[in-house]
């Protein structure tokens, strides 16, 4: 069960990547709106976007709970991906299962407090405030942890202050940590932002880059 689980919280990490990539953004399509098979929930994450950018990171649907129809989709979201989950996973694996339903409730959990305490979220999970609060907003697809963004080489760093202490962002000790750190480095290396006029501009001006891509 232990082995299911592990290989549990790496598939939820994977699909973390896809799903935030190609249902919440939406896929470009030359001179028409971004394409999500799930149209309302690309709809409610960009308001998410534009609501922490106008906020420096903060959301406040998530103070006004299940009033909100923001939450409400997103928990209902998680829900639905959990027991479609249990479905597949459940012949071949209740560990699998069980890490289904734990990255679900750790999504959520993680990913509401982040939007609470902005501050919290910079030191813990600052690939997700590079996310929202980088000029790029078409990167850092992960969440709760980055390691599909380093596999999928979409793991871009705006700054020292904002690269997590190892690609697992999880607590280690120094010498693992570094140790992994220049392993990763040379196989899936992070990018970097490079700071041109065009992109503090866009910093400057974030609601014009929301609106850009909201309208792809």
Not at 42 to 55: A, D, I
Request: hydrophobic content about 40%.
């Amino acid at each position: 069960m232990i082995k299911g689980f592990i290989v549990g919280l790496a598939v939820a990490n994977a699909f973390e990547w896809v799903a935030h990539k190609y249902i919440l953004h939406g896929t470009h399509r030359p001179g028409q709106p971004r394409y999500s098979p799930v149209p309302r929930s690309m709809k409610s994450h960009w308001e998410h976007h534009r609501e922490v950018r106008k906020q420096h990171f903060a959301d406040d649907g998530y103070v006004q709970g299940f009033s909100n129809w923001r939450t409400r989709n997103e928990v209902g979201s998680l829900a639905v991906v959990a027991v479609a989950a249990t479905v597949v996973f459940y012949p071949v694996s209740k560990g699998m299962v069980a890490a289904a339903w734990y990255s679900a409730f750790n999504y959520y959990s993680i990913h509401r407090r982040a939007h609470l305490e902005p501050d919290w979220a910079k030191r813990k999970i600052p690939w997700h405030y590079d996310h929202q609060m980088n000029a790029n907003q078409d990167a850092n697809w992960c969440v709760t942890k980055p390691w599909f963004d380093y596999v999928m080489g979409t793991r871009v760093v705006s700054s020292d202050q904002l690269q997590e202490d190892n690609p697992l962002g999880i607590a280690l000790p120094a010498a693992v940590a570094q140790a992994l750190t220049q392993w990763v480095n040379q196989h899936f290396p992070a990018k970097y932002v490079e700071q041109k006029s065009k992109v503090i501009e866009t910093e400057m001006h974030p609601e014009r880059k929301i609106q850009t891509l909201a309208g792809e």
